[in-house]
């Protein structure tokens, strides 16, 4: 028996350093699929996400769902095609289908729907996969719109992820395109899977919507999410919960439980504890800075759908060196995408470590990769020579791993060394300790008036005034007219109580 932890917000950040050691954190969806259901696209798509079906749970089963369901989508609209993204979907659904299985489904174009032209005349059906929003369908309209002016004879098809909404149908309705429309359906992706233990909906605004706009749609999709889940691995005989809106979760799934056919949930259960936490109730978290391998990747890099961009100088093998640096300039591009995810060995050890840690694994891994090499003078007979050649392409791949990670460590070594973030970091574990956190703080003030990156002043603010309690009023006029003046007062409306 296994935990699913869920969250409103991103799980990886928040549980960086402290995960447990269930297999699945948070939110899923998924058509019902059984093992027996062969791949789509054969071995070569067990071989990529392998990663995702080797735990103690098979995560890959929500993949494997959600793309049978994109291309069901795909052959209801007819001839070649060209995919219209919503630019907020386009590096989730690169966890979900690679372009390679596009093609298959004549999809010969891809743009965005806010900024890329119209394709050319060669593509006979447009396909627009958006979430719900409205300024979305009036882009939409002027897309068609604009087609039909240039005297185009194509087909449209909207699809809504994760659902559509009366609202967005109205909206089309009004922009006068409905019967333009061919199909106008859901595309009911309400999961994604990032990693073998985690899932997300990529719905970052989740937060904001249910504390500050009042709106609790995402919470249905949460629901939905969890009681597709159970669809796939059986019904979660315990839930618990902390908070106002894990109490309406529990309270959505029990009714969709009891109005799911009992047929669909017949399965044996693979977990036996659901853990509903709120956001709210710890603020204090999300806004601490990690101090884990993976975790500092993504505060000074960024990880985006298990992708990370780094300077590719960095990564410059110096065989490659010789020859002239003009040359080496233009064939360099300016950044390096790295695949952080646990199919890689050596990420899936390091990932959760502290940064202090990483250093001596990395050094007993590269002595490993070097005996292995050495063995190459060890193999006399037919039979030896033979094996270490079939090790061979696992030692390679070994040590580019341990060069590409060697390379992010120095990456990272360079920025923890630097004295601001020095000074950050102890400011931050004063004020998680309740030290001067009624007053004034001189190095907030300090950053503000050196104009430091406003989000970096807001969060050390943040983590001051949560830690307090909440501010005193003067402290926080001092701190709002400070930022006016140093932002010219562009953030009047954000810092207004």
């Known amino acids: 028996m296994s935990s699913i932890f869920v969250t409103f917000r991103s799980f990886r950040r928040l549980y960086s350093a402290i995960k447990p050691n269930g297999p699945v954190k948070p939110w899923s969806h998924a058509r019902a699929l059984t093992p027996s259901h062969r791949s789509i696209n054969g071995g070569r798509t067990l071989m990529a996400v392998q990663h995702l079906s080797s735990g103690r749970i098979n995560i890959g089963l929500i993949r494997e769902a959600a793309r049978r369901e994109l291309l069901d989508c795909l052959d209801r609209c007819d ?9 907020g979907l386009t590096g989730p659904f690169g966890l979900i289908a690679e372009y390679s299985l596009l093609k298959e489904r004549n999809v010969t174009k891809m743009l965005l729907i806010q900024s890329d032209p119209v394709p050319a005349g060669e593509v006979q059906h447009i396909v627009f996969l958006c979430r719900p929003h409205l300024h979305l369908m009036d882009r939409i309209a002027d897309i068609i719109r604009m ?49 073998g233990d985690v899932l ?74 659901l853990l509903l936490l709120d956001r709210n109730i710890d603020l204090l978290s999300p806004l601490i800075t990690q101090l884990t391998y993976e975790g500092l990747i993504d505060e000074f890099f ?19 060196q010789k020859g002239s640096e003009q040359g080496a300039m233009a064939s360099t591009p300016t950044l390096k995408t790295v695949s952080l995810n646990s199919a890689e060995e050596l990420f899936a050890e390091l990932r959760d470590l502290n940064y202090h840690a990483v250093g001596p694994l990395l050094n007993r891994r ?54 601001v973030f020095i000074k950050s970091l102890h400011t931050e574990q004063e004020l998680f300790q309740g030290i001067e956190t009624d007053r004034i703080h001189p190095y907030i003030e300090q950053l503000i008036a050196e104009q430091a990156p406003l989000v970096k002043v807001l969060r050390l603010i943040c983590i001051q005034c949560i830690a307090n309690s909440g501010f005193k009023q003067k402290v926080y006029d001092f701190y709002r007219r400070e930022i006016l003046q140093v932002t010219h007062h562009t953030m009047t409306v954000t810092l207004s109580v």
């Open 200 to 273: 997300s909906l990529e719905h970052p605004l989740a937060f904001r919507e249910c504390y500050l706009e009042g709106d609790f749609t995402s919470m249905f999709y949460v629901a939905r999410a969890i009681m597709l889940l159970q669809t796939l691995y059986g019904i979660i005989p315990q839930i618990y919960g902390k908070g106002i809106c894990a109490r309406h979760v529990a309270d959505m799934v029990q009714r969709m439980r009891r109005e799911t056919p009992a047929s669909l949930t017949s399965q044996p259960p693979q977990f036996d504890t």
């Open 79 to 87: 001839g070649v095609k060209a995919l219209a993204w919503d630019q």
């Open 147 to 195: 087609e039909e002016r240039l005297g185009g004879r194509k087909e449209y098809s909207v699809f809504f992820v994760p659902r559509k909404t009366l609202l967005c149908e109205r909206r089309l309705q009004d922009l006068g395109i409905m019967g333009t429309l061919t199909n106008v359906d859901d595309y009911c992706l309400d999961i994604f899977p990032v990693d």
């Open 302 to 320: 960024g990880i985006q759908n298990t992708n990370s961009k780094f300077p590719a100088d960095k990564f410059a093998d110096p065989n490659e």
């Open 366 to 419: 590269a002595r490993h990769v070097k005996e292995a090499f050495e063995e190459r003078h060890d193999a006399k007979t037919v039979g030896q020579i033979k094996q270490f050649v079939t090790r061979l392409p696992h030692i390679q791949a070994s040590r580019q791993s341990l060069s590409t990670h060697t390379s992010i460590t120095a990456l990272l070594k360079q920025r923890i060394e630097d004295s």
